[in-house]
């Protein structure tokens, strides 16, 4: 069992920056592939990005690809993601998620989600 707690999200000018942090608590964070997703209001939810276990290996979703860095400390249990050069269209509610076993997209497969945070970004 992995809990999962975001924090991090707020208001943010476009253009801006944020950082969001995942603290996770349980067994064997380590072991788990995790990643960042996000859910705007009347959408679907999406990956925004991912990162294996050992931390050698991140994917990103194209829209982010540049602008957002997706980290993670094993030993401080926690997931981070930079984002630079915010989009208003980025405005949501941003979640992390774990899931043992390698990198996937689809938000299905992940097995432990945090309650996830707001990031509004103003034009």
């Known amino acids: 069992q992995v809990q999962l707690v975001e924090s991090g999200g707020g208001l943010v000018q476009t253009g801006g920056s944020l950082s969001l942090s995942c603290a996770a608590s349980?067994?064997?964070?380590?072991?788990?592939?995790m990643g960042w997703f996000r859910q705007a209001p009347g959408k679907e939810r999406e990956v925004v990005a991912a990162i294996t276990w050992n931390g050698i290996s991140t994917r990103y979703a194209d829209s982010v690809k540049g602008r957002f860095t997706i980290s993670r400390d094993n030993a401080k249990n926690t997931l981070y993601l930079q984002m630079n050069s915010l989009k208003p269209e980025e405005t949501a509610v941003y979640y992390c998620?774990?899931?043992?076993?390698?990198?996937?997209?689809?938000?299905?497969?992940?097995?432990?989600w945090g309650q996830g945070t707001q990031v509004t970004v103003s034009s």
């Open positions: 998620a774990a899931r043992p076993g390698d990198w996937n997209p689809s938000p299905g497969v992940y097995r432990y």
């Open positions: 349980g067994r064997a964070f380590s072991g788990y592939v």
